[in-house]
Structure formats: C-alpha cells, structure tokens
C-alpha cells in the first residue's frame, strides 16, 4: 500500500505551486478485495471520495461548454443527463484510480524484474535531457520517481516551472510531452498485429485526457530518416542478442525486443482558461461567452506522469501476467 | 466486391515504379458469408493466396534476422519456430485481409452518412497540401482515392516519387506520413476513458506494420500551443454546433463533435535494404552481416494509404455498427 | 429506483420463515452514475454494507471447508488468502449486486416490449404449476413476482414451504428447480455457435451460485423424444409464424423464434447444514469434522428467484442493447 | 495431426449405419500456421471443403423452415439472405471445425496431464453403464474414444444403435445424452461468477447444435437431495484432499476440486424427418407441408460424442492456456 500511495501523491493537486489549489487527500478507501494486507482473490475495489470539490464551481459550464473539453461531447452523448460537476467522468480525477491500479500492476511487474519510469520530455518548446534508448538504468527512472519535480535534469525543471507559472500568470496554459522508459520485457513480449506492445500501450495511454499523439521510439521523426539510419544493427553481448542504437523504441513487428521500450505522449494544453472565450448556450441555442474561473491546473503535465507510467503498467500487466491464473 | 477491389488494388504491388516488382493479383478467394453477391449472416471468409512468392529469397533471413525488422522477435518469440518465408505473420502482405475487411466496412459506414479518405502527408521532409480540418469534403476525400498517386496535389506527388526512387537508387528506403480524414461521424461518438476515437483508432493504425507514431489533430504540435490558441470556439451553424478551428482533430473526451476526424501516422523507413548492416547468425551465436536482396518496397507509404483508410474504417465500424443485431 | 428495490427485496434475507434470519438491509449507497434520479451515463456504481455479518460465525470454516462448499477450492486457489468470512467471494450475498444489474437491465428490456418472470418449479419432488409454454402472459409473471411467496399455485408454495421447514428441523437443507419464462424477444434475436441465447444465458445462470444445471425448453426430457414430437409446427397467426407447441423452449439455432423463451435452473441443497459431517483441517493436513451453526438458508430456492431473473435479463441486455451507442 | 484426424474421423458420415449416409472425407487442408509440422505462431486455419453436399436437396427448405430446425431464425434474422444451402451456418458441418480446434486443444492439455473422454449416456430410455465420478481412469476415458461405438458397455451400444435404426424405419429421430469426463484439472482452476468452469463449459458446450441442457454432477437430479447425502466429504490421500462422493461433479464455486469434472449434455432429436409436419412458405404467407428427404442423421448422438469433448477441449485451453504468452 505504500507503494501505491506514493504514486498517487506523485499525482496529487495541491502539492506544487504549478497545479491546481484543490486540496484533495486522495486516499483510497478499500471496500474490497484486500485481507490482513494481502490481496484475497476477490475484485479489489478502492473508492476516492471528493473532499474538496466546490460543485458550484462548474455550475457555469451545464450548457455552455468550455472550448477544447468534453463538457460538449458528454453533453450530446447523453442527452444532457451527463454529470457536469467536476467535469463528470471526464475529470482528471478520474486518473486517481487509474493511478492506484497501475501501481499495483507496476509492483506485480517488479516481481517479473520489469521496471518502468516517466519524465517531462518537454514543457512547449523547453526540453529536459531525453532518456537514454540504449543505457537508461532502473535507478535513473527511480531517481526521476522520486524528484521533487519530475525532470532528469533539475535545472531545466525549474525553466519548465518558470513556463507555467507564466502562463497562468497570462490566465493560460500550456501543453507538453510526457516520456515513459520500460526495461526488462522479456524479447517477444506482445502479441501480432492489433495486440502488438505499441497497439495496447497507445490504447490505454490515449486514455489519459488530453493525450493527443503517442509515438514509439523516433516515432514521427522517423518519417524524416533513412532505412540505414533508423534500422538497429543487432550485435551480441555475451549470449543476449541486442541492438547497437535503439531508433525503434525497443519494439519490432509488435513485440519487444529486450532492448528498453520507450514512448512519448503528447498533451495539449489545458482547456480550462481564464481568458474569455465564444461558446454556445445549448440551453437556448444562442452565442455564449465563457471564462472559467475554478481552480484548474495551468498545465497538467506534471501531475500526469505518474498517469502514463500506471496507463503503461496496466496494459503491460495485462500482456504479460493477465491471463496467468 | 468492386467497391472492394478497387481498394485492394490501391494496395497492391507492381503497380507503380515506386513499389515492389512483386505481382501478386491479390484476388481474394470467397469461402464462406456470400450468397448471390450478398453477405448472409455466417463468417465472410476470403482467402489471398500467394501466387508470386519466391520463398528462397527469404532464405538468408531465418537465422540472420534483418535489423529493424520483425525477423528477431519472431525468431524469439517461437523458439525459431516461426514461418520465416516472406515475413511470415509480419509481412506487409497480411495488409490485404485489413484492406479487404476496411473496404467492406467503409461501404457500411457509407450507408450511415460515413465518408473517409487518406494521403500522403509527407514523404520524409517532402509534404503534401495537408486535409483542411474545417473544411474538407466527401469529393476531396474521393479524388485523392482516384488519383494515381495518393497525394492532394499532384506536383507535390511527384516530388515524393522522385524521391522514392532516388532512396532506391542509394538500395535505402524513406519513411513519411499519412493522414486520414473521416467526415460524418454523429457527435457523442465513442466510449468513456479507453474506448474513445482515439483509443480505438489508435489501437488499429499500430496495426500497421513500420507505423511508429499516431496523433489526432494538431497531436505533438499541440504540446508546444497555448490553450487560448489550441481551444476551438463553439458556435451555432443553423442548429448545428460547430467549431471555427479543429485543433483537436474533431475529438473531445475521447468522442466526436461532429466536426471532420483528422489523425496522422508515421511511418519509418522500410526495414529491408539494400545496403549491407551488421546483425548476428541465431543458430551459431555469432556475429553475421546481411544484404537483402529480395524485391522489397523502397517506401511502404504509397501503399499503406488504403491500409490506414481500412484500420481505421474497422474501429470506427466495430465503434458505431459492431454491436448492432 | 423503486423498480431495483422491489427485486432486491424478493432475495433479501430474514423476510420469511424459510430464510435465514441474518436481517440485511440491502439498501445501496449510490457511488456514481446517477444524477438527479437519472442516469449519467458515467459508470453506475452501488455498494452494498454489510451491516449484520457475524464474521465469526465463519471462523471455523477457515482451514476446515465445509463439504459441498467453495471454501475449499477458493482456499487451493488463492494459497490460503482467500476472504473466508461470510464466504467471501463465494457467499450468497453477492447476488445482491446481481439482483440490482438485473433489475436495471429489466428496465431497460421492457422499453423493448420484453418481460421476464420466474417462479419455483419444484422443492424436491414438490411441483408448481410450470408456465404455459405457448400462453404464458405478462400477467402472469408480474403476479408471480409479487406474490409472497414465488409460486403459481399458493397451494403448491404451502406445501414448498412446509418441505423447506421439515428439512430445516432435521438440520438438514434441500434443493429445487426454478423456471424462467421471457417474453416478446423478437425473433432471430442471438448470435451463432459460442454467442447464442442459450449460450449466453447459460453462462450468466451458472454464475449463480449453487446451480449446477440450465435447461432450456424440454431439455432433458427432450433426450427421450421422438422428432415428431419433439418438433414445433409453424402456422401463422395473422402476419406473425408462431408455433404451435413449444417443446424446444423459443430458441431455434440460438436464435429467439418469438415464442415464449423457457428455461429451467437445477439448484443443489445448501450445503451449509447443522448435521455433522466429515471435512479435513488445512492448517494440519489431519482429518476434522465440522457442523456448521451459523444462520443459514435451508433452502435457498426462493430467494434465488430474482437472481435468475436478474441473470438472464443482464445476459438479454448485453445481447440486444449492450452495443447501442 | 494423426491425432487430431483420428478425433474428425469419429464424427465422420457415413462411418456407420446408424449416421448419414453422406461421404464426406472431412479432411482439413491447412492455409497458414504449420510449418514443417509444427505450429509456427501465425493463426492455424485450417478449411474443410465440401465434397460430397446435394445442394438440391435443401432448395425446399429455403422458404418453407423444417419444424425444431434453425432454419426459421436464420431466415429472420437475415431477412432472408441466409444461405440455406445444407444449413448453412447452422449445419452440423459446422461441427468438424470445432472437432479440429478441440483435438489440438486436447494435445495441449495432455501436455498438462489433463486428459478428457465421453461417451453416450443414453438413447431415448437406453442407458450405457455411466462413468464412475470418483474412479473414472483415462485408460476408461481411452478405450471409448478407440470403440467402434461409443458407449462404455458394448452391449447397451449395440441396443441403442438398434433403438436408433428402429427410428430411421419410421422416417422418425431420436435424442440421447453425453455424459463427458475430465481428468487432471488443477484444483482451484475456474474464475469466480460468470468465468468459472460451468460457466465455461455450459457457454461453449450449448454451442454445438441440437444441445438443450447442460448439468454437472448430478445436475438436476441434485435438485431433488437433501444437503447430507449430496455434499461431498473431504478426506486426506496422503498429501492430497479428496472427497468420498462426488455429487458436485469435481466443481464447487466454480473452481475444479481436482477431483474428476463430469457433466452432460442433452440433445434432442435431429428436426430433420421423413413425415410429413406443418410448416409455413416464407414467400407466400401460406401455410405448407413439408417432408424432409435429404441424407440426415436419424440421431446425431454418436457423432456428437467428439464434439462435446472438443467443446470442452477448447474451454478449458482457454481458461488454463490461453492467456500464457
């Protein structure tokens, strides 16, 4: 439960000056499934209570819907019966359990010697250094883990920092690019053609709201490159067949190939802003104006990273030990 | 069928100087589901045999996998049991059952009001006019379709042609990008958190072989954007709600607005190359080079434009039609 | 809501003689998905407290299984783990959660002009009157479903009862059949070979526990019959093909005929009884005998009539609704 | 492969008096997944072609629907465009497929130390010595699939195919039951609720045609005991938990006891007969009569004997196999 709880707080509002003030303690209730402090075999659900919500913040957005958020979509969807407070099922906060269940798959994938970590690729164009494809270690992605802010490189974590602070200062908000680094999968890992590593990892971590691109390896760079460029010359080391560069992100045909897997998620910025924007009333099916005024978060990329490792952890489980019985 | 054919043919080699001198006709054979030129109700099953495979040219690759390739994880994954001829399950063969089945599945979109269509983004630094993400229609989607070279405009196509061939000259290959467009999708589209567009989408196009990366409207951009400029206006168009820009590639929440569905997948380079690479010898343990000679596309973007019409005419089929009875 | 409660009320403990005397409330607390006594559209999530557990009336069960039991089974599968109190994952109280999917599901079916109702067919060798295979009306269901006691024939349920109370004097616990009729599915209604009617509401009953037979129609008896009884003739009434018998229960090659669907559910005794039987102790591999002393059912045929219920309209739901969007 | 043709040729035509006399060879061809005689990875599809099929015989049934057959739903529920050629995919052709997939699973299984057999428990009133619950050998479980007839005692073999010729005479069918057997289950195999082993096997089971009632252990006739006689004690085996009886049929909550797993099956008499029965014409509205005079079964229970063993077969894959990767 430790382990678990110390995901969660890594995702926790309230902890930074860059996120949200809300003050949520997000800690899981277990109404099932755990006895003496061991999973039973019984479904193991956990329920996160809303404590500091103030609903009457999202009363504004019931039928004007904020620009670049679900609150339209939800509403068509359901005939305008959708919970509008909190932004409904498509609060962020709904990441919380997701968080809670990836740390479980993560520490079940540790037992597999499966590790995995994510960092702050980039806040717009304010680059940290990149995990290194080919030599990234377990305890570099614990390092990162464990940092106040989640950059490899503190220094330019405090630009990044610098970027949303200033953004909100402007009523704004920024977007970024989240990078996650797997090591251990055993080589052959995932299944042909829509159930390859890439096919369920990109399925749960577009999961994740405002998730709008996911490459692996190179990714969209690789368009630009040569065959004889991007292709991973294979050597030997000892008996482990392994690959000299790592343009391929650690996956072939679907698979693993022993090599770390790597992938960036790319998050565009938050829509709630306090700058006026058009919208409609679908109260009355006239022209609106909306400025959001809660407390929301300038850029949601800190708080999401431990959301793409457990988004990562939980598809990993499910291939690998999601059918062992 | 010809609605089908005529996709099937969009895909197939020997069509063009720039794809493989491999003829196969890629007929597919009916075993079952048809009655009188009607589907009726049991399994549609169509075969397509190999008609102009020459397996010995795969023959250097079952022990000295290509780099880059899908080769080794095989390999690994089978304890060498794999079917080396051809690729085997990772040949860009399998690409003709996808196309098959997306061609079928486009016509029952089509009757929903459904259009979609695919280019040629780019090829490597080489880009197309890119799809307008407002304003793009059904006639657009189909000239692309009907062109000889999947490209908006055809000087452009030309251009990446050329530069096709010039790869081939070097026996190197170049990546690219495609993007897709799907007009007619009814707003509220899609399920909550893992089962949304993109989700699915996504889960498909991976599907893919040689597509690394995949990203909805403005995707990795957005990362760098603000949310006062990323965020699409709501307004009314008669009693319809619209947005005057699409950063978002027609997807809020993981559902349609009703606005055209645009995403992108990249491509890298087609591993097989004519140029000598390092690799290693499975049944000895040691160190081997390799040369591949066979007939192999110097650029598989060409081809894969129906491919990612057909992923993604699945998903949205299985989304919107899959579980009518 | 008053719908869901009324059926959780039929299988709720300590409202009758024959019953155990535990006295649940089954009243769920409504986590999610309900807004304003509607649905949301968000994930509907009840929770049911168990509010008069002796938990250590189970105590003697924890390395002692009761014969006839999961106890044991569930001890072998979790290694010792498993939530042995009040059954954990075992006990008749999960079907609370059942009974209320059910009853949400039977909303939702009857919309569609479909309606669904059970009753006792038989305590041991005691008889009800069955449902009439062809005639049966809607009526006739919901006067049976509110009913004290789940019987057609008041009578027959005196006798049931009285049955149910010897065995309960000799410590001893009996078994029973129950009988499911489903009417107004529309014909062709199914899915072939894995995911027919009677495929798919046989999985759903057996998840039920202490079922160990589904049937549908004639079902065993129909092993004894000729073809030309066995068969059911069709003529039409008006512009409708009906049968004139209904031996093979309203389902034909999976598919619903439009007939009345029948099935019947084989339920074995309780297995939890006063008398002493013999068992073995886990903790010391040594042999032990158990008497079980806590409040148990003797029967639990009666309240297992909403269950079945509540299975086959989760299994019709899925089957005619679950992939509307 | 010898195996698995060893188990098709069990469920042949024309093998027997008492089965069809059509003349099919029933010989799979292979398309992909074999290679050099061993699975290579790639999906296994394996095509049995229709050699011997009068299709004339069934052009009277395309709008005049045989009583008790399926082809009334098919019909419906394809609003006509089903192929009613020989059945189409209601044919009990359809069966040899599931024979193949069931005697590759069963090799698998054997791997485990799993082994699995049945045999007919009853023609009409005629009864074969039943499996004994808790002694039952896989040399018993042999010896029946290598029978000439499959029935444990030759004898009663022989009154059944009497009972089944005497049927045919009168252009009339008859039904039976298959009691089938399960050797070597771990304990505690089976997921709780919906996903345990009745579950399993019911779902997969009632997907051969024909079938109107699964029940394990003594099934219904359970439904009829008193919780003293029908719960099985536990006992020690040296290290291994056994019970005295096995009512339960080796299942209890869903999970195996590791004891011998037995159900059966009953089917009802083929629908397809020589006397003349009531039926409707689909193209006109009217009433009509009809007569089958194809080649059927007069009873399809022998035939069914593999086909309930590769049902189970390939449940039981599923749920201890099928998810290791």
Redesign the interface.
Known sequence: MEHILSWIRRRRPGASATATQRNEQDTPEI??GL?EG??????LCA?FQNSDARSEDYDAFRFV??????D???Y???DG???F?GG???SGR?MAPLVFAGALCAQLLEREGIALGAHIH?I??IADTPFDPVHTTKEQLLAVQQAPFPAVDAEKGKRMQARILE?AGRH??????VECCILGLP????????D?L???I???V??I?A??????????A???????T???????EG?T?R??TN???GI???????MPVLF?A????????G?E????D?ST???ARIRVSGRHDPCVVPRAVPCVEAAAAVALYD??L????
């Not at 991007?230 to 030997?236: K, P, R």
């Not at 999601?322 to 019985?325: A, D, L, M, V």
């Open positions: 109404l099932s006895l061991k999973t039973c075999g019984a479904p329920v819907p904020r620009p670049g958020h679900a339209f979509t939800a068509i969807k359901t019966a959708n919970d407070r409904g099922h498509y709904l980039s717009g164009p953004a704004d908000s920024v977007g970024g690019v080589a052959g890992l995932g299944d042909p053609i829509f390859g890439e096919n369920r990109a399925q749960a577009f999961g709201p998730v709008k691109g996911v490459e692996f390896g190179d990714g969209f690789a368009a630009c490159a040569s065959g004889s991007n292709n991973d010359a294979f050597y030997y008996n067949v690959t000299r343009h391929n992100g072939l045909g679907g698979h693993a190939t022993g960036k790319a998050f565009k910025p938050t829509p709630s802003i700058i924007q058009e919208s409609v679908l099916g006239e022209p291939l690998l999601g059918g062992k019985r």
